[in-house]
């Protein structure tokens, strides 16, 4: 059965279609990851593979709702997952993001990773609110 993790919600400082647009394009996420965390990434248009460490995990969208969600689902990982993006109005040129992610853990996997999961989706919601009031 499959662990469902919600993150927290952020007002991002840009219009729902922006940011969607940001983020329909998987070439874009090597743009996002800051220097101090890259790591070999091969991108399109629909799919991206990350390597770091020896581990190779790729994604692919599997669904566009223009402007307000994409879902995105691994490619033959380990672990099934998928993550859906969320683009609600957030009122005056404004997103209300949030995002959703369900994962296939054992027990061991969820004891493990299981929290770090949401405190993960959390952390990428505040970074890109904190981004988008610098600019």
């Known amino acids: 059965m499959a662990e469902h993790y919600t993150s927290k919600h952020?007002?991002?400082g840009r219009s729902q279609a922006e940011?969607?647009?940001a983020f329909t394009d998987l070439r874009n996420f090597k743009q996002m990851v800051p220097p101090d965390k890259q790591v070999a990434i091969e991108a399109d248009f629909d799919s991206l593979t990350a390597t770091a460490q020896g581990m190779?995990?790729?994604v692919r969208v599997a669904e566009r709702h223009p402007y307000d969600l994409i879902v995105i689902e691994d490619k033959d990982a380990p672990i099934h997952f998928s993550?859906?993006?969320h683009f609600d109005d957030g009122g005056a040129g404004r997103t209300d993001f949030w995002i959703e992610a369900d994962a296939?853990?054992?027990g061991i996997?969820?004891?493990m990773i299981g929290g770090k999961i949401?405190?993960?989706l959390d952390k990428v919601v505040d970074g890109l609110v904190e981004a988008s009031a610098k600019f």
């Open 118 to 120: 949401r405190e993960a």
């Open 56 to 58: 190779s995990i790729s």
């Open 19 to 21: 940011l969607f647009m």
């Open 104 to 106: 296939e853990l054992n």
């Open 83 to 85: 993550v859906k993006v």
């Open 109 to 111: 996997m969820k004891l």
């Open 10 to 12: 952020g007002i991002v």
